[in-house]
């Protein structure tokens, strides 16, 4: 599924601009001359003007096209793609249920990530995607009180690895997300490269990396979404 957000200056032009049917076959009558046809006596006859044409029924500027919408129904409609997977944050397993219930309870949490994603023209301005990330964590942290996003390194943080460091086998546009282990003590996971597998990092040792609820066009070449919210300047 792909959302637009459209700026509503440009949906104001593109109602100016756009004609109805029955207006665009009146102009197109009153501008295009009739083809030859032999004199008669209906020819002779004078014709009677056309009915007017009914008013287009001006749409209010808060009701959004089919398909599209502006920048807070987008940001709403992803919080509540990305409330599930907030929602298994809290129901973290507990330690005793063993490593392999929490290793898929951490490749599910990556899992959902990956299915939606906002994805902008830009990275600076009020609608790039630094500007979208901070309003989504705002939006997902009133929401769920669990949530702590201060600083750098807080539980349930999505992140974007922005360069390259081969002795860590972490790429740019890798993804992963920060967790909170049951001793305390933050790490980074991302998904391994065999199946079924998670790696874990100390947060200290990554490269750059930044959040990732919002991302580029550009930066999300051969990402696969099942809901795609595309933010337009």
Request: aromatic letters at 4%.
């Amino acid at each position: 599924t792909i959302t637009l957000a459209i700026p509503p200056n440009q949906m104001r032009l593109s109602r100016r601009a756009s004609l109805s049917p029955s207006r665009r076959a009146t102009s197109a009558s009153c501008y295009s001359s009739p083809a030859p046809r032999s004199p008669s006596y209906r020819s002779l006859r004078p014709r009677p003007p056309p009915p007017p044409a009914a008013p287009a029924r001006a749409r209010p500027r808060s009701e959004p096209r089919p398909g599209r919408g502006g920048l807070a129904p987008a940001l709403e409609r992803l919080v509540e793609d990305l409330a599930p997977i907030y929602h298994a944050l809290d129901e973290e397993p507990d330690p005793a249920a063993g490593d392999d219930i929490r290793r898929r309870w951490q490749l599910g949490l990556l899992a959902g990530l990956d299915r939606v994603r906002a994805l902008c023209a830009h990275r600076v301005g009020r609608r790039g995607s630094e500007a979208l990330n901070q309003r989504l964590t705002e939006a997902l942290a009133a929401r769920f009180p669990s949530l702590r996003p201060e600083g750098e390194v807080w539980h349930g943080r999505p992140i974007l690895i922005r360069e390259n460091d081969a002795p860590l086998d972490l790429y740019n546009g890798d993804i992963g997300l920060i967790l909170r282990e049951p001793s305390g003590r933050p790490r980074a996971i991302f998904p391994g490269r065999e199946p079924g597998t998670v790696r874990s990092l100390s947060p200290s040792r990554l490269p750059a990396h930044r959040t990732v609820f919002a991302m580029t066009i550009h930066k999300s070449q051969g990402s696969e979404l099942d809901h795609a919210v595309l933010i337009l300047p």
